[in-house]
């Protein structure tokens, strides 16, 4: 059981400060997702849980243990680096076996399991092949699968998919799933694919400038972002977002048209909203259509609102032709109001 807690946590590299105040626990066995955009800092806080960085100031904890002092060998995680560091001089076998090794299991053990990850990780037919002589998303893979055949208390992986095609990258986060799915590991994956960290994440933690923006389930973070950063950061395409006034008694008046909202004081909102949570309408927001994209499933329609982009997501059968007005209705459950001023969710 590894339950991991990030304390106050900050780094400095000389003047530019790449981490402000990172309070974070992972639960025992969550698989959490470090997001944000590069530069973010999230590579920055994985090594300092490894261990191959030191924070400038904090404490990382593994249950009841301070861990922050120790040599990275002696915390207990396995680690898959965007580099791989896989040894060109040695087999895919002896790399995925070689921390087994290390531990001096027995050799049927060490075969067993060598054998079980390369499988997860398709490349059971490159057991014999010296690393030296693969692809990078097969190198990459075996490190993956070195890193599950430790079956460890933590696992740490940074960007491990980065080097894979499309089709692949969807099959080995699928598998990945599944594995730690079934395994009692606590897992902390960075990644900038906001995509790969909905599908995996138990918890997401959105980061920008060298903050943790939020930190929550995936669907939460999707629906209800804590900043305006994190609507526009997730979701492809983003929310949208109009600016709103006040009407009084919790009505907010958005580009001519009249919508439930906070009650609260704010002299102005942000209306905000996801392009697959509007609809054609005889009522609604006026939009001139500027560009139709078909995109087989559905069309995304990009158009303008009184001078703002706005994207809708609509049925593949809608049939629209740009310089045309139509009239979107927002899904009233799905609104959402932003501080312009301070950026944060307003309820
Ligand atoms: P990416 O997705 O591009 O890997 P990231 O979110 O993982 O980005 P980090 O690698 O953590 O970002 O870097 C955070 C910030 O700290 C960046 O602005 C980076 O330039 C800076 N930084 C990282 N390592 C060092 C270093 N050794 N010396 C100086 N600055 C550094």
Known sequence: MAEIQIKNVEKWFGSYQALTSIDLTISDQEFMVLLGASGCGKTTLLRIIAGLETASQGEVWINDRRIDHLAPKDRGIAMVF???AVFPHLTVFENIGFGLRMQRRPNHEVKARVERNAELMHIEQLLGRYSGELSGGQRQRVAVARALAMEPDVILMDEPLSNLDALLRL???????????????????????????????????????????????PLSVYRDPAERFVGSFIGNPPMNFLPATPEGG???????????????????????IRPEDLQPSVAGLAAVVKVVEPLGAHVLVTCAIDGQMFRS????DTKLAAGETIT??????????FDPQSQVLVR
């Not at 997501?313 to 593949?316: A, E, F």
């Not at 979107?328 to 109001?337: E, G, K």
């Open 250 to 272: 919790g009505k907010w008046r958005v580009a001519g048209q009249s919508y439930a909202g906070p009650k609260t004081d704010h002299t102005a909102l942000d209306f905000a």
């Open 82 to 84: 965007q580099n791989y």
């Open 171 to 217: 099959e080995m986060r699928a598998e990945l799933k599944g594995v730690l799915a079934g395994s009692k590991t606590t897992a902390i994956y960075v990644t900038h694919d906001q995509v790969e960290a909905m599908s995996l994440a138990d918890r997401i933690s959105v980061m920008h400038q060298g903050r943790i923006i939020q930190a929550a389930d």
């Open 328 to 337: 979107l209705q927002p899904n009233a459950d799905r609104i959402r109001w």
């Open 313 to 316: 997501v609509l049925d593949s």
